[in-house]
């Protein structure tokens, strides 16, 4: 059953099965830094397990919530939220998009379950996810036909096969990240052997996401700016935030006070949340101090200058990536703060969005 409830070849319902019997015949074996991780992926976009084994695993870890937030669908919310009902487990809906800028994704949850499901039967997200789907196949396809040429540049004879898409990732090629693994799994000792890469998020960074080498831009006639992004998820009733602030930093090299400015301009059109803490989050270059700590200094600012109150999330980002290196609940050994991931929030952001849907 522990196979069973992963297996991306198995339908819902004999995931649910397995789950049923895990809830049954299993005990909690492992332990976690937070009760909450609001951010975390399953094989419906670039993670590994299935929803029900991500609430499954939250169980195991004696967690009371998650949050399964796939890249730009969801595909697999009505499965997390039945697999909660069996674990007993506060399952919060949740997207995450990719926007036009390299340093934002945005993260949407939805705490109000029926409201969400509401929302899905409309069809609403379809309208959006679909399009934006079909342009990320035409784009993993063109980008997997560089591997060869790419790495040819670096004397790295590399190239990814359908066979290795079977072998190496779930549910096909459905986001950048499926690459990125792909090729560690296939490459991953030569690649450190060779000084290319140390593990499978340097991989991504380095050679996946850069446009001189493997990325391809998005052929998509929608806006996906983080604008967009934050008054989509806002009309669909849901809560939406930035994810890892930190990427910012990373991607964008912006300063704490351009960080502060894009908060604001996003506030004006329905930011609700900020994900102050995640395994990302080292030391700050600009101050000196820990960035989960200076996030939330700017989301604490924000809130002293202005009426409307940002409310705060965590996450692990945790996608059971093979050399990923991160834990449900725990982060990247265990760096996730547990005051930023305590059941109390779940019923903040609840209550935050029934004020906004009444």
């Given at each position: 059953?522990?196979?069973?409830?992963?297996?991306?070849?198995?339908?819902?319902?004999?995931?649910?099965?397995?789950a049923?019997?895990?809830?049954?015949?299993?005990?909690?074996?492992?332990?976690?830094?937070?009760?909450?991780?609001?951010?975390?992926?399953s094989?419906?976009?670039?993670?590994?397990?299935?929803?029900?084994?991500?609430?499954?695993?939250?169980?195991?870890?004696?967690?009371?919530?998650?949050?399964?937030?796939?890249?730009d669908?969801?595909?697999?919310?009505?499965?997390?939220?039945?697999?909660?009902?069996?674990?007993?487990?506060?399952?919060?809906?949740?997207?995450?998009?990719?926007?036009?800028?390299?340093?934002?994704?945005?993260?949407?949850h939805?705490?109000?379950?029926?409201?969400?499901?509401?929302?899905?039967?409309s069809?609403?997200?379809?309208?959006?996810?679909?399009?934006?789907?079909?342009?990320?196949?035409?784009?993993?396809?063109?980008m997997?036909?560089?591997?060869?040429?790419?790495?040819?540049?670096?004397?790295?004879?590399?190239?990814?096969?359908?066979?290795?898409?079977?072998?190496?990732?779930?549910?096909?090629?459905?986001?950048?990240?499926?690459?990125?693994?792909?090729?560690?799994?296939?490459?991953?000792?030569?690649?450190?052997?060779?000084?290319?890469?140390?593990?499978?998020?340097?991989?991504?960074?380095?050679?996946?996401?850069?446009?001189?080498?493997?990325?391809?831009?998005?052929?998509?006639d929608?806006?996906?700016?983080?604008?967009?992004?934050?008054?989509?998820?806002?009309?669909?009733?849901g809560?939406?935030?930035?994810?890892?602030?930190?990427?910012?930093w990373?991607?964008?090299?912006?300063?704490?006070?351009?960080?502060?400015?894009?908060?604001?301009?996003?506030?004006?059109?329905?930011?609700q949340?900020?994900?102050?803490?995640?395994?990302?989050?080292?030391?700050c270059?600009?101050t000196?101090?820990?960035?989960t700590?200076?996030?939330?200094?700017?989301?604490?600012?924000?809130?002293?200058?202005?009426?409307?109150?940002?409310?705060?999330?965590?996450?692990s980002?945790d996608?059971?990536?093979?050399?990923?290196?991160?834990?449900?609940?725990?982060?990247?050994?265990n760096?996730?703060?547990?005051?930023?991931?305590?059941?109390?929030?779940?019923?903040?952001?609840?209550?935050?969005?029934?004020?906004?849907?009444?």
């Amino acid at each position: 059953m522990l196979i069973q409830i992963n297996d991306f070849h198995c339908d819902i319902e004999k995931g649910l099965e397995a789950a049923r019997w895990l809830a049954h015949n299993f005990k909690a074996d492992m332990r976690a830094v937070c009760e909450i991780d609001l951010h975390c992926h399953s094989f419906y976009s670039d993670g590994y397990n299935s929803p029900s084994g991500r609430v499954f695993e939250a169980w195991r870890r004696g967690m009371k919530s998650i949050a399964i937030s796939d890249h730009d669908v969801v595909d697999g919310q009505r499965e997390a939220i039945e697999a909660g009902k069996i674990f007993e487990i506060d399952v919060i809906p949740a997207i995450e998009f990719y926007t036009d800028r390299p340093g934002i994704e945005i993260i949407g949850h939805f705490p109000d379950v029926k409201h969400f499901l509401g929302i899905l039967d409309s069809g609403a997200f379809d309208k959006v996810c679909e399009p934006i789907r079909k342009a990320k196949r035409k784009q993993l396809q063109a980008m997997i036909k560089r591997v060869p040429e790419c790495f040819a540049k670096l004397s790295f004879p590399a190239e990814i096969t359908d066979s290795d898409i079977d072998q190496y990732v779930r549910n096909g090629v459905s986001t950048k990240g499926d690459i990125s693994v792909i090729m560690w799994q296939k490459y991953g000792p030569k690649l450190l052997d060779a000084g290319l890469s140390i593990d499978v998020k340097d991989f991504h960074g380095l050679y996946t996401t850069k446009d001189k080498m493997l990325n391809v831009p998005l052929e998509l006639d929608m806006d996906i700016s983080p604008e967009a992004f934050v008054k989509r998820i806002s009309q669909w009733g849901g809560l939406p935030g930035i994810a890892h602030p930190t990427e910012l930093w990373a991607k964008e090299k912006l300063s704490n006070e351009d960080l502060y400015k894009i908060i604001c301009e996003l506030a004006e059109c329905g930011l609700q949340t900020l994900e102050v803490d995640g395994w990302r989050n080292a030391i700050c270059p600009e101050t000196g101090l820990p960035q989960t700590e200076v996030f939330e200094g700017l989301r604490q600012r924000y809130n002293s200058e202005h009426k409307k109150q940002l409310l705060f999330t965590n996450g692990s980002d945790d996608h059971k990536q093979p050399g990923e290196g991160l834990e449900l609940g725990c982060g990247k050994n265990n760096n996730l703060h547990p005051e930023f991931g305590r059941y109390e929030n779940i019923i903040r952001l609840r209550e935050r969005q029934r004020e906004l849907i009444r």
